[in-house]
């Protein structure tokens, strides 16, 4: 954990807690409004559960790529910190 | 005073109903959709709609004279009442787009503010010259969390799908949707899509797979479709995107071939040289001048350049009329531009909007729809006469039957435009004459003034009904 910035250890702990919730967001039976006089056609429900899906899906993703990103900082800072040293 | 009337149209909003008394429009807020409207209304989200002329103002009314109307109501709302009232399937391309970037625009405001809208009807918008503004208060009610955008199918029916018609197959909307009142199904488009048309993102996310998701639940057994409450929603981030991503998308969005039209070049291409217009706008200049009109017609409008004449002389609004596509995209283009209090619609006027939907009451037709004070009829009258075989003196009895005062232009055979129609015809028109014309005028009104405006054989008929 060495090299790492303070950025990179909030995006690790961040994407924790997007897991978590993400666990309890699909056992949340959250109410959805009853009383909608207008039928929103299951075609439509359908493609916005999805679209929903691939966002969070991108957003995790997202988050992912930073710790990625994140650990080829810290490689890299190690080496420039080598070779700089080395020309010392 | 007895019951006042629902005005047809409402009847459906559990919400609320609007009716009419002596001109003034009321809107009623049920005790089921007093909650909402109540929690919507504190916010003064609806107040800041109304200051930038997004939603028509509107006051709580006070007055107990008014209340005691209503015993069932929570509340009783007056609306400033609209001038005319046009419907879906007479917009103009852009003046659907126009309405549907209100919608999302709306949506999205709200939306920031924890609310949103219940529906997502085409008919909730209603236009000021050409300016789109919301009308209906009660479509507001606070978000709840993970909600669906319920009304996403009803925004793709009425506003997109016809959008799209135009835009990927330049199939102007409006026959289609006067026909079906509720715009187009995605199912319906999705089969007349080139295959490369589907293959957009777009295209895809918002009429394709809804519509193959759709026929899919339909033909499956009932069962096995989740129930929308045993579903987890969506996040409010992706709500606002689906939104957003619309809205860019709608923006870009124009017919697909803006330059074969039949009358669209008319403006620019005619039979008038320069002279002859500037006969025309001084006549009709006289006229509005003098019967000071505040609700105009102008009956084949075109690009609504005598529209523009007559709002300079001093009528207060006119609405425009043209069965050409592009003319009244032009004409809605030279509103806006010019800020011109014209309001250009399509219209055939050998079948002009009927009365229709439930009981045929609930959407108004063309002549029961208002009564202006004046029309034009320029360049238009042959259109029926030769070119649709309709009984001049028919032509002119429904012309004036429209508005006490008026100009008709009358067209000869002699002109261009005329022989033009009549060459690959037989002429079977031998009462078509200036003197058929003006005898057929004079037994329904009294000719005021004429102006011969073309050698070739046009000229204006300024008439009063007596």
Redesign the interface.
């Known amino acids: 954990m060495t090299g790492m910035d303070d950025e990179s250890v909030f995006v690790m702990s961040y994407s924790k807690a997007v897991k978590l919730s993400g666990f309890f967001l699909v056992f949340l039976n959250t109410a959805q409004p009853a009383h909608a006089y207008l039928d929103p056609g299951t075609g439509s429900i359908i493609i916005q559960s999805i679209i929903g899906g691939i966002a969070a899906a991108a957003t995790f993703g997202a988050l992912y790529w930073a710790k990625v990103k994140a650990f080829f900082n810290s490689i890299l800072h190690k080496e420039t910190t080598d070779s700089s040293s080395d020309s010392k | 005073m007895t019951n006042p009337d629902i005005l047809d149209g409402s009847f ?3 919400a609320g109903q609007v009716h009419e008394i002596d001109g003034r429009i009321f809107r009623t807020v049920t005790p ?1 959709g007093a909650p909402a409207f109540a929690k919507v209304h504190a916010t003064n989200f609806l107040n800041d709609l109304v200051k930038t002329g997004d939603l028509v103002p509107y006051e709580i009314v006070q007055d107990p004279k008014i209340i005691e109307l209503f015993p069932q109501a929570e509340y009783v709302l007056e609306h400033k009442r609209l001038n005319y009232i046009s419907y879906p399937y007479e917009w103009s391309f852009n003046l659907l787009k126009e309405a549907a970037l209100l919608h999302l625009s709306i949506a999205i405001q709200a939306l920031d503010k924890d609310i949103v809208l ?2 997502a009807s085409a008919y909730n918008i209603q236009f000021i010259g050409p300016k789109p503004i919301f009308i209906d208060h009660l479509s507001f ?1 606070p978000y ?11 925004f ?1 029916e009425q506003f997109l799908n016809p959008l799209l018609l135009r835009a990927k197959l330049d199939v102007p909307h409006n026959s289609w949707f006067r026909g079906t009142q509720e715009g187009i199904t ?1 199912e319906d488009l999705s089969k007349l899509l080139g295959f490369h048309q589907k293959l957009s993102l777009n295209v895809l ?2 009429v394709v ?7 899919r ?2 033909n499956t057994q009932r069962t096995d ?1 989740k129930k ?8 409010k ?2 709500y606002n ?2 939104l957003v991503q619309l809205k860019k998308w709608i923006s870009t969005l124009r017919p697909r071939n803006t330059h074969n039209s039949t009358w669209g070049n008319y403006a620019e291409d005619n039979t008038y040289n320069d002279e002859e217009n500037r006969l025309k706008a001084d006549f009709i200049t006289e006229f509005i001048q003098s019967t000071n009109p505040d609700l105009i017609y102008d009956i084949g409008c075109n690009s609504g350049a005598f529209s523009e004449v007559a709002l300079k002389a001093g009528a207060r609004q006119s609405i425009g009329f043209d069965f050409d596509k592009i003319a009244i995209d032009k004409a809605f283009k030279r509103a806006t531009d010019k800020s011109l209090n014209l309001l250009p619609l399509y219209l055939d006027a050998a079948n002009p909007s009927p009365n229709q939907g439930w009981k045929q009451s609930e959407r108004v037709g063309f002549v029961e729809r208002a009564k202006p004070d004046a029309i034009l009829a320029l360049a238009f009258e042959h259109h029926l006469a030769i070119g649709k075989n309709i009984p001049l003196q028919q032509v002119i009895q429904w012309l004036v039957s429209l508005a006490p005062n008026g100009i008709i232009e009358f067209v000869d055979k002699s002109d261009p435009t005329v022989q033009t129609m009549l060459s690959m015809r037989e002429d079977i028109f031998p009462n078509y004459t200036p003197s058929a014309f003006e005898s057929a005028l004079s037994d329904c009104t009294t000719i005021v003034n004429t102006r011969e405006i073309t050698k070739d054989g046009r000229t204006l008929y300024w008439y009063k009904r007596i």
Do not use: M
Not at chain 2, 209 to 215: E, V, Y
Not at chain 2, 228 to 235: C, D, H, L, V, Y
């Open positions: 459906r909003d559990p089921y219940t529906d009610k709840t969390d993970r909600e669906y955008w319920v009304g996403h199918r009803q793709c995605n996310s918002h797979l809804p519509a193959r998701f759709q026929t639940a339909r479709t929308i409450s045993e579903r987890k929603g969506i996040a981030t992706t995107s689906l």
